[in-house]
């Protein structure tokens, strides 16, 4: 197991793909970078980041709001 995913810290790669990540969904979303809702989005991202969800449409598709809830 990645010793980072026991820690909860990230590589620099790992911040640089959340990051370009959270820069596309918020341009789509048209969210501004200090928002509520984007600090929610930055939220749940790491979270499911840290759950193992790894690929960025995975990420996309449980970020999702209009995604049917998942049981």
């Known amino acids: 197991m990645n010793a980072a995913i026991l820690t909860n810290t990230f590589e620099p790669t ?16 048209g969210l501004a970078g ?4 984007a600090n929610n989005l930055a939220a ?5 980041y840290q759950q ?8 996309q598709v449980h970020l999702d709001p209009d ?3 998942r049981t």
């Open 67 to 69: 995604a049917p809830l």
């Open 52 to 59: 193992g969800v790894r690929d960025p449409r995975d990420l």
């Open 34 to 37: 200090g928002s509520l809702a």
């Open 44 to 48: 749940q991202m790491i979270q499911l």
């Open 14 to 29: 790992e911040l640089a793909f959340l990051q370009r990540l959270f820069d596309e969904i918020c341009a789509e979303r």
